[in-house]
């Protein structure tokens, strides 16, 4: 038995919104450490929440990867979804 299907839209209560956020954001985070664990590469996950607040997640020195980021000409998968998806 699955987890019931939630809808993604904005959460309208703010104290709810929060706390969806602060979870979701320790989830994230938490899946980017065992990715980079798990297949030895470098994460760099940079979060703002509504209100601009930095939050941030790097397996190596976030500098190091931004950098190499900033340098990358190769061709590389993206994705981009849109707010309505």
């Known amino acids: 038995m699955g987890r019931k299907k939630i809808q993604i839209a904005r959460i309208m209560d ?4 929060q706390v969806t956020f602060t979870k979701r954001k320790f ?14 590469c470098e ?6 929440n ?12 976030m500098d190091k990867v931004l950098l190499k980021y900033t340098e990358y000409n ?6 981009e979804l ?3 998806s």
């Open 43 to 48: 994460i760099a996950l940079i979060i703002f």
């Open 50 to 61: 509504s209100t601009n607040k930095l939050f941030q997640y790097a397996s190596t020195d």
């Open 14 to 17: 703010e104290r709810n919104r």
């Open 82 to 84: 849109e707010a309505d």
């Open 27 to 40: 989830g994230l985070m938490k899946k980017a450490y065992e990715l980079s664990v798990l297949c030895d």
């Open 74 to 79: 190769e061709p590389h998968e993206k994705q």
